[in-house]
């Protein structure tokens, strides 16, 4: 057994239609409807460049197959955040500008990494890594 990728992150929320806007918008992530049973009203899924939905939007009244409370808008507990390697870093900056966002830039020299920090509207911290860019 070997564990090859990461699939997805899911995020809970009563935002459904700003967190996924909010995904188009800063990332270019595509939105799509989530597969049946459920629907575009309860579960929006963000798909890469290479069609692989890496971010799943629930609303909080979505089924979930393992349900645990969840409250929309708090820290993200355990998990700090939630990175993602990215090409792109002014235009992302742009972006960031341009959508009135706050963000924090770290710069690990000896690795050639580039970090920018920022949150969703659920308050998901993101990480997002440039190397070289």
Not at 29 to 55: F, K, Y
Not at 74 to 101: F, N
Request: aromatic share 6%.
């Amino acid at each position: 057994m070997q564990v090859n990728r990461l699939d997805h992150i899911n995020i809970i929320t009563d935002r459904l239609d700003d967190t996924a806007e909010f995904y188009v918008t800063l990332l270019g992530l595509e939105r799509r409807n989530a597969p049946a049973p459920l629907t575009p009203r309860n579960a929006q899924w963000m798909h890469d460049a290479s069609g692989q939905a890496i971010l799943h939007i629930n609303a909080v009244d979505c089924p979930r197959t393992f349900d645990r409370p969840v409250e929309p808008g708090a820290a993200t507990g355990a998990i700090h955040h939630v990175a993602l390697t990215c090409t792109g870093h002014a235009e992302l900056m742009g972006r960031i500008a341009a959508m009135g966002l706050s963000c924090q830039t770290n710069v690990v020299a000896a690795i050639g990494l580039t970090q920018v920090f920022t949150t969703d509207p659920n308050n998901v911290l993101l990480e997002l890594n440039f190397f070289g860019d």
